[in-house]
């Protein structure tokens, strides 16, 4: 049973908005630091944002345009996006780990990954 899924991608013209969803169990969702993830054709899969109980970290590149949340009460992660950009294509990856290193790049719990496209 997937532990992590996402929904919420799909395509979308430049500067428009989308909004990321990541259902977790509730038993890792109380217990993890969360993050959001993608990666793009070809590319390395890059971090986004990291959410903890207490803070939010962006990437440079999303930073202003994104919005990472948490509600605890229905242990779930949010990515707001808004001017989205054709480089922002990506599948875009919802993690979560209960010891998080400083990037959550090996956490132990992945989902499946949902397609963001951005195109005219």
């Known amino acids: 049973q997937a532990q992590l899924v996402e929904s919420g991608g799909g395509s979308v013209q430049p500067g428009g908005s989308l909004t990321l969803s990541c259902r977790a169990s509730r038993s890792i969702f109380s217990e993890s630091a969360m993050a959001w993830y993608r990666q793009a054709p070809g590319k390395q899969r890059e971090w986004v944002a990291i959410i903890t109980d207490r803070t939010t970290h962006y990437a440079d590149f999303v930073r202003g345009r994104f919005i990472g949340c948490r509600d605890d009460a229905e242990s779930t992660l949010y990515l707001q996006m808004s001017s989205l950009k054709p480089e922002d294509t990506a599948v875009y990856y919802c993690?979560?780990?209960?010891?998080?290193?400083?990037?959550?790049?090996?956490?132990?719990?992945w989902g499946q990954g949902t397609q963001v496209t951005v195109s005219s």
């Open positions: 993690a979560a780990d209960p010891k998080p290193s400083p990037t959550m790049r090996q956490s132990e719990y």
